[in-house]
């Protein structure tokens, strides 16, 4: 039986005149950390900043993605945070209005190599692809992954990678850099380029009218954030 270890984080002193909303986080390199037992990265930052300007208080439960995913879709929290957007996730939550954060969707290779920049050639590439990742929806028909290259998570990919399961993996160059910052990448692994897209990050919300009315309150602030990009 697998247990996951839910860590519980509150970011401010709870307060008896503050509003109590779950969020659902992932262990997220430069996002979404839990660093000292106490969560960091820019999507905190966020959180806190909105938590000063209304009536909230944010619970944040760190879960894996696609555990965190299921919560949000079954209303059992009230904030997903960063996910990428596509047709198949707007019909499951509300996203905010603006995104928070702007990726750079990439290549990882073990060899020195190149590749044309060309996406439909994707198809023919065996690439390590992250279970519950959404890409472009632009190239997912591209990039999908056959079922022998899924990864649990990024750490996990990277792992396969360098044992030489497959020559590529697609990745997001936010992770590959925090991640090389911090001694976790083989020296051997590089990005390709160029990119393959440009992928935006939103807070999403439970389609029921909680959800809509915390997504109307917090638009209205999140509009005011300069977008961040990696």
């Known amino acids: 039986m697998k247990i996951v270890f839910v860590i519980l984080i509150c ?3 709870f307060s008896l005149e503050k509003k109590v909303l779950e969020v659902a986080a992932t262990n997220f390199p430069g996002l979404s950390v839990v660093k000292n037992q106490r969560p960091t990265g820019v999507l905190i930052d966020i959180l806190k900043e ?14 894996p993605w696609v555990r965190s995913q299921s919560l949000a879709e079954s209303s059992d ?11 198949a996730r707007e019909k499951i939550y509300l996203f905010s209005e603006s995104p928070i954060l702007r ?8 060899f020195k190599t190149t590749w044309s920049g060309d ?31 899924m990864a649990k998570d990024f750490a996990t990919g990277i792992k396969m990678l360098d044992s030489q ?31 393959i897209s440009n992928q935006d990050l939103y807070m999403a ?26």
């Open 119 to 149: 996406n439909t050639k994707l198809k023919d590439m065996n690439i390590i692809h992250i279970r519950g990742w959404v890409n472009d929806p632009k190239y997912d028909k591209e990039i999908k992954a056959k079922k022998d290259y």
């Open 205 to 230: 919300f439970p389609r029921n009218a909680k959800g809509r009315v915390l997504k109307r309150e917090i638009d209205e602030l999140i509009k005011k954030y300069k977008l961040t990009k990696y």
């Open 50 to 63: 909105i938590e000063t300007k209304t009536q909230y208080h944010f619970e944040i439960k760190f879960y």
């Open 165 to 195: 399961r497959t020559n590529y993996m697609i990745a997001n160059k936010r992770s590959y850099l925090e991640m090389k910052k911090n001694g976790l990448i083989p020296d051997g692994i590089k990005i390709l380029s160029p990119i």
């Open 77 to 87: 929290v009230d904030i997903l945070l960063g996910p990428y957007k596509s047709p």
């Open 11 to 13: 970011l401010s002193t």
């Open 103 to 110: 990726d750079q969707v990439v290549l990882l290779s073990r």
